[in-house]
């Protein structure tokens, strides 16, 4: 399998490609609108055809460039089916795999970040969105969030794989790259170790977070798969622009 860690430093966000060497056939996970050049120059230099854009959930701090990607590529757009978004075009369910080239995307419904949040796994390799992080776990305090179904999204299902699983977060604010499941069950401060159901729903429901500042932009584009709002004001305009450096981990 051909594999890149790709980073967007606006957002911090991580957009990961997956190939099959043999076909070609690629998929990109969690693309992020201004770095579509960025990503399709990684395919392209490769000689790669780009299948299918995947997405974890529906974002709420940046916009996605499947829309962007698919008109430039004919790549398919795909996400958790129980969005329902018009602008979806494979609807991923739990269980169902993905098929791309010779590979399999397997597919795992992990609510608590949102309600319809996705996690993915390929050859050893956990892409795991918002829902288990480095150390940390997506906040549950907006998009249908639940900090108990998260609890058991991750202690349920995603600490059941394997403890050597590679763990590749959606995001990192500490320019951290990958994690393991055992590393995850041993050192989360949040999820890890002996934490009970309802010390975790204690803390999770006591974080008093800022209101994310770019999701009443980034939340209706990402409904129409990936588009930038007319209203977008300055400040906020970098999540749309194409950036002049990005880190690629």
Not at 132 to 148: H, K, W
Not at 167 to 184: A, N
Not at 221 to 231: R, T
Request: charged share 20%; hydrophobic share 35%.
């Amino acid at each position: 399998m051909i594999f890149k860690q790709l980073f967007d430093t606006v957002s911090s966000t991580y957009t990961y490609l997956l190939a099959c060497e043999a076909t070609g056939q690629a998929i990109l996970i969690d693309p992020v609108l201004p770095e579509w050049e960025r990503d399709l120059a990684e395919i392209n230099k490769r000689g790669l055809k780009l299948a299918y854009t995947v997405e974890t959930h529906i974002h709420a701090d940046h916009i996605s460039s499947a829309l962007k990607l698919s008109q430039m590529t004919g790549s398919k757009i795909a996400g958790p089916a129980l969005d329902a978004l018009p602008c979806t075009q494979v609807g991923l369910e739990d269980g169902v795999p993905l098929q791309f080239g010779s590979l399999e995307l397997q597919a795992i419904h992990t609510p608590g970040h949102t309600n319809n949040h996705f996690a993915y796994t390929c050859q050893g390799r956990l892409f795991s969105g918002d829902a288990l992080m480095i150390e940390a776990c997506g906040r549950t305090d907006f998009q249908s969030g639940d900090p108990a179904a998260l609890y058991h999204s991750v202690r349920g299902k995603l600490f059941a794989l394997d403890d050597d699983t590679l763990v590749y977060p959606g995001h990192d604010y500490k320019l951290r790259s990958v994690s393991t499941i055992g590393q995850e069950k041993r050192l989360n401060p949040r999820l890890g170790g002996d934490r009970k159901l309802e010390d975790f729903v204690d803390m999770m429901n006591k974080l008093n977070l800022a209101y994310p500042k770019f999701i009443d932009y980034a939340v209706p584009g990402n409904l129409a798969c990936g588009v930038c709002p007319n209203d977008i004001p300055d400040n906020l305009q970098q999540y749309c622009i194409q950036m002049a450096e990005t880190i690629q981990g």
